[in-house]
């Protein structure tokens, strides 16, 4: 199969002769691309699974290296292989692009309920092949969505969402025990910058990020597909590798819960898109908030945590669609939808955020004139206390119709959503 036909490799993008260091039974492919790079390791002889992993280091249950070879898949992720080992059969995931180095505290964190790989194989500390045992029976969670919001089902779909942010919630009360960090608004900010300078874009969105949203061992992209019907009450979670995008964006710093939501959130976006559907987008992202706060932290999913001038689910939506760009980019595949029509979008969105700072200068400038009533009439230099009395209920009489005025989490970024389809 030529490389330009693989779908975890970017069609786009030239592949240049560079001598980097790889492991035995590997070699390393460097592509490039305007302004773009993506560097990964690929098997020389997948079908030989003895010197595929002679020079890696095991942890976890893995199969033999006498293992036999009974299919060579390819995915939009890396190379899969089905493996037999005397009467059982195994699942070999390669990461082509490594990881981002927490995949082993990952599956420490999370329950029984979600598919997380058993073994795992590395090199120089970087994990390039997963194990897990063979399932014949895929994801079903992602086709039933489809079929239920392409069928006007709302009950079903909104049931559907909400199990599936709640999985996800389910992780991040467990990622509670795990390592936590103070919120990093800086390198967040930097890296939508950088994704923005990638693509040239004409969009800028920058946040001071409130406190509530630390960082945290994320998931990382998580999508409908990689949700597993575990019973009839919940959702387990099948724990994918990292998507193209990181490959030629690598993460250069942690994130907050909300990123995960987001990144599940935006594949709901996707699919929406591509129905004919009548049902109600509000409804649908509604569900889906509920469904997350019922099992995440509290503090994580709170209203400040989604309070859109801060940063919340806009913020990271926003940077799951220049992710979606740069994927398209380097396969030269179209205009990915939709995340073309929500970029469009933001500068309005942005607009309308900086005008509505107006009512609070207002707020604030009233809440200053009010304390410095008050103070004057307690020290006794000014005997008025009327005025200070109407401007503190007019602050803050102000300050919460700012509130207000923020864009809801509940509304899509593609306001013709909101507008046609409810």
């Not at 060579?72 to 995931?93: C, F, P, Q, T, V």
């Not at 990461?95 to 329950?111: E, F, M, N, Q």
């Not at 380097?330 to 933001?346: I, T, W």
């Not at 307690?378 to 009327?386: C, K």
Request: some cysteine.
């Amino acid at each position: 199969m030529s490389e330009d036909k693989i779908a975890w490799k970017p069609a786009a993008m030239s592949r240049v002769e560079i001598t980097n260091e790889s492991p035995p039974g590997f070699k390393s492919l460097v592509f490039v691309g305007i302004g773009m790079k993506s560097e990964m390791l690929e098997p020389i002889n997948p079908d030989n699974w003895k010197d595929t992993i002679s020079g890696l280091k095991s942890w976890g249950e893995v199969p033999s290296q006498d293992s036999l070879v009974e299919e060579i898949i390819h995915s939009d992720r890396g190379i899969n292989l089905k493996l037999k080992d005397n009467d059982s059969y195994w699942l070999a995931e390669f990461y082509p692009w490594g990881t981002d180095g927490r995949l082993k505290a990952r599956i420490s964190l999370a329950s029984e309920k979600n598919d997380t790989p058993i073994g795992i194989f590395s090199w120089n500390n970087i994990d390039l092949v997963s194990l897990r045992r063979w399932d014949e029976n895929p994801c079903k969670v992602k086709s039933e969505l489809i079929s239920t919001i392409n069928s006007n089902d709302l009950e079903t779909s909104k049931k559907i969402v909400f199990k599936s942010a709640a999985a996800v919630g389910s992780f991040h009360k467990s990622a509670e025990s795990g390592r936590i960090t103070p919120r990093d608004a800086r390198k967040w900010n930097k890296r939508v910058e950088t994704l923005e300078a990638l693509l040239r874009a004409n969009t800028i969105w920058r946040a001071p990020h409130t406190k509530e949203t630390v960082c945290i061992i994320t998931i990382g992209d998580v999508r409908f597909s990689d949700m597993i019907d575990v019973s009839d009450d919940e959702y387990g979670i099948y724990f994918n590798r990292p998507r193209l995008s990181d490959s030629i964006a690598k993460p250069n710093c942690e994130f907050p819960a909300m990123r995960d939501f987001s990144s599940l959130l935006h594949d709901l976006n996707r699919i929406y898109y591509s129905s004919n559907s009548n049902l109600p987008i509000r409804d649908l992202r509604e569900s889906m908030i509920e469904g997350w706060r019922s099992t995440a932290p509290e503090k994580w999913s709170s209203k400040n945590s989604f309070y859109t001038p801060r940063g919340g689910v806009f913020f990271w939506e926003y940077e799951q669609c220049l992710l979606d760009v740069i994927e398209a980019v380097s396969h030269q595949s179209g205009k990915p939808e939709p995340a073309v029509s929500m970029l469009r979008e933001v500068p309005g969105i942005q607009r309308t955020m900086f005008n509505h700072r107006i009512i609070a200068a207002l707020s604030f400038m009233t809440g200053f004139f009010s304390a410095s009533g008050f103070y004057q009439y307690g020290v006794g230099n000014s005997n008025e206390i009327i005025i200070p009395l109407i401007l503190l209920p007019l602050s803050i009489g102000l300050y919460y119709s700012y509130r207000r005025l923020a864009p809801s989490p509940e509304l899509s970024i593609l306001r013709v959503w909101n507008e046609t389809k409810n």
